[in-house]
């Protein structure tokens, strides 16, 4: 399993997108041989800081990352690559 924040995973000092990770991360994941990646923290939250830990939304996802249709398009391509996805929810 690998775990990755969405909004961390760029080499850019910026906060990175759903479009981004699912383009650049996703393949790299597949090549290193992964086949299940954990998504963390990408319910809707107020607070940046709190790395996504101060929900404000169980059932939105993150619009600091894009779209709830760009966050589709990213599972639906980890399942194309054979990847497993799991959601790091806390509550």
Request: aromatic share 12%.
């Amino acid at each position: 399993i690998y775990e990755s924040h969405v909004g961390m995973s760029s080499p850019e000092p910026k906060i990175n997108s759903y479009a981004n990770f699912r383009d650049e991360v996703l393949p790299r994941i597949k090549r290193l041989g992964y086949n299940a990646v954990q998504i963390m923290a990408i319910q809707e939250h107020s607070y940046y800081a709190s790395f996504g830990y101060h929900v404000t939304n169980f059932f939105a996802p993150s619009s600091r990352f894009g779209t709830p249709e760009d966050l589709k398009s990213l599972i639906d391509r980890a399942h194309e690559l054979g990847l497993l996805v799991l959601m790091d929810i806390v509550h």
